[in-house]
């Protein structure tokens, strides 16, 4: 099992600011995804990320893939209450998830 | 767009009862998958599923939990004697071969009593 640390656990920000979470491992991953999970739902996937220090956007999201594949970042642009949820880092070598980084947008 | 589908939404058994949790993976999805989610905490991996047999199992899933693909369509877990801990959220996801894109469903609510 390859674990995944996510950081922070918990974010509250207000509607504008930006942010930048954390998915972290001591092992290399073929490839790492990120998920958004709202209360009462399951995850939804936002993005895979496959090649070291890639850098990958979603609108005001930009997701980056470490250069030795051990790592990624998600950082979000101009914060909107619709982005509130829980962020969830997983590895596709195994399919687990990392605790996640709550998010709390405030308009 | 095709979706994963769950039954039931909500289920409340006495600690010691049996359950089956039932979920419709996407029709041309192979691997299948059952994670849990205790409220407010992580998304935990059960046990991944391919080619009618289990391929990965996490040390939660013990002597008490089975998976079965009963037809082509059904993909089911069951406790065997529910406790109090298995009280959570339970998903079910599955992918095509080809892709790593996990699908998930709305999950059960199980609350065990």
């Known amino acids: 099992t390859q674990l995944l640390e996510q950081s922070p656990q918990f974010l509250s920000i207000q509607e504008g600011e930006n942010l930048t979470v954390y998915c972290n491992s001591s092992?290399?991953?073929?490839?790492l995804q990120w998920y958004r999970q709202e209360p009462g739902e399951g995850p939804v996937l936002l993005v895979t990320?496959?090649?070291?220090?890639e850098v990958k956007k979603l609108k005001r999201l930009t997701f980056q893939f470490g250069d030795a594949r051990k790592d990624s970042s998600l950082h979000i642009t101009a914060a909107q209450p619709g982005d509130t949820g829980l962020y969830l880092c997983a590895g596709t070598n195994d399919m687990r998830f990392g605790a996640g980084t709550r998010l709390t947008v405030k308009p | 767009e095709p979706e994963v589908t769950q039954t039931p939404s909500h289920q409340v058994t006495q600690m010691g009862q049996e359950v089956i949790l039932r979920c419709v993976p996407i029709s041309n999805h192979l691997y299948f998958y059952w994670y849990r989610q205790i409220l407010g905490q992580k998304v935990e991996f059960l046990v991944s599923f391919y080619n009618n047999e289990i391929s990965e199992k996490s040390e939660i899933f013990d002597d008490q939990f089975s998976v079965e693909r009963p037809d082509g369509s059904n993909f089911t877990l069951k406790i065997r004697s529910t406790k109090l801990e298995d009280s959570a959220m339970y998903f079910c996801a599955s992918r095509p071969l080809a892709a790593e894109k996990l699908f998930f469903g709305s999950g059960t609510q199980l609350s065990v009593l």
């Open positions: 990320v496959v090649t070291g220090g």
């Open positions: 092992s290399v991953f073929s490839s």
